[in-house]
């Protein structure tokens, strides 16, 4: 939130999100689903993955790479498992409704585990893992992305971000919603530092030659020449520090989102074709449900999670530290206080939106 | 391998591991499976969780820490799920049986997952992950373990270096194995650089008032004397780094490995009665098998891990770097070699290893 920055409610921008998307002949539930997901994003204070993003899902339907009516089918079944063809439609809603089956599945069968080829970006993972926590079941989602991240001793990006969310309801306290990149940080880091001109730590990113950088803007200039170098995965460059972990983490995350439903993987996704024109991405995803009292009663599950948050909360603080969070804590606090104001969209978003809107026939946008 | 370890073969060192847990009065088959256990560490180069710790298990049982002839049982179960109380029994036989459970159940269901409670150390996770991959199963597996993690902002160590495995078929090239604890290193890597007078890199530990230091003795001392401070999570003290990522896997596997099946966790493991005698350590664990064939034929799965595991292999290495690996791809080969030419034993764990040997009876251990 800086200032300049344009509040609109979270209502508005969902309305407008689905109508933009049903000008451009994504059916209603497929627009409203793809909208709550953005928005959620952004309540979360996740920006880069919120309303921001609408222009390249735009483009996306335009250029060809998401079909608007997409018809998504399922390709392989078991009673506890799937594989969903998702008919390179809008990522929103075919894993809505996978993390729905998954949930259905586990229901009946205590575990329900699924997974998507052939799709496209599909917004925040934490969405779908948190849609577990009504059914007292734990989510987990994870997908493959666009290649940005360095293997540990390679010199190119072959791995995406791949995040992982895992989300696991407690009792009285804020349920546990793990939602990470694998990756030290995520491109928007540094290009926020790229702007400031600050150097950036040496465990977020290499240069062309694989080696660790403070220098931003050379990163990103890279990444868009594709002349080497990129994101780092979490634990930096060197052994040393763990970053053969973060690898590992990055490469676990391609196999089950990717290789496992038979999506495109590590540097085959968003391919092109011979004329340069971008095709579907083929990005692939996994998602989980499980059933807490597949394991134990869910109220004794649910005191042990109270107290095993309340005594990491409670536990003394290292100096200069005045708070100990939980996964997800930050998110739930600031979603709640922009429910109640208004999500901020900074200048440049904003004149997007109002680009958008005018360019599909919508007078006022919001 | 240093000058002066002796090298004993992986046979002779498993029958006197097994010789001796069967003095112990752990039955023939529970001694078998946990020396068998011990002495993979040992071939795949994780010392640290090799025969080295024999001693420790000796003591465990003599102590009444770990109870030699335990009979553990399943205590909730469903058609693809269960959980174990260990009854306080060495770690191993009941974990080497638990994802066998995990693998019968998904051999019929597609998936299986397991729990155990009351459990003690089982050694290495990536033994029991890596179980899974002779069926063609994906296998996981997770632990809570001995507090020495401090979360991000704290001061004080409340969680383990809770470690994540995760074994994963491939066709000719070999498997995908990772098995990482969730720190930035290990206790042992501290007391390496400590013996060596080094300073440790700042993501490692946090001292008494949970600011990173480079000092591994003060860290060491520290946890000894529960002074405060301890290891760090991966991606190190900070959020900048990614600190709050490792925290937050490692607050993953202690829901998972002890709070879903009922164990203790966080600072509530290792208990001591009131005179201080250690009680069962209670510790959790979690075993997850996964059938290939769920979501994809295997043939095709395996078709595109040996072609992702190429591209990586394959890719243009980083400035002064000569080779990109596969996780579990160095333990392989060192299992290989170690498997012809021994194991090699420093003087301190040879010398202990002879001390638990006459001590129990064995005139000529190895």
Known sequence: MEQGDLYVSAEKLRAFCTEVLERLEVPHEDAEITARVLVEADLRG?????????????????????RPKAKPRIIHETPSTATIDADAGLGQPVSFNAMK????????HFLGFVG?????????AGFYAMMALAEDMIGICTTNSEVLVVPTFAKDAILGTNPIAIAIPAG????????????????????VYARLEKEIPPSWATDENGIATTNPTRVLQNIIKRAGGGLLPLGGSLEESGGHKGYGLALAVEIFSAVLPGALYANKVYPKNSEG????SGLGHFFGAIRIDAFRSKEEFKHDMDDLIQRLKNSPKAAGADRI??????????????AK?????????????QSIGKQIGLSEPF
Not at 116 to 124: L, R, T
Not at 172 to 191: H, I, Q, W
Request: glycine share 8%; with cysteine.
């Open 172 to 191: 009285k306290e804020r349920p546990f919603v793990l939602d990470m990149s694998t990756a030290t940080v995520t491109r928007g880091k540094l290009e």
């Open 277 to 280: 024109k971008p095709l579907p």
């Open 46 to 66: 996740i920006d880069s993955h919120g309303v921001a993003r609408l222009s390249r899902y735009v483009n996306g339907i335009q250029n060809g790479m998401m």
């Open 325 to 338: 969070y939980i996964h997800g804590e930050k998110e739930f606090e600031k979603s709640e206080y922009l």
């Open 341 to 353: 104001h208004g999500v901020p969209l900074n200048a440049k978003v904003a004149a997007d939106l």
């Open 116 to 124: 998507v080829k052939n799709s496209n970006h599909f917004g925040i």
């Open 101 to 108: 089956l998954a949930m259905s599945k586990a229901c009946e």
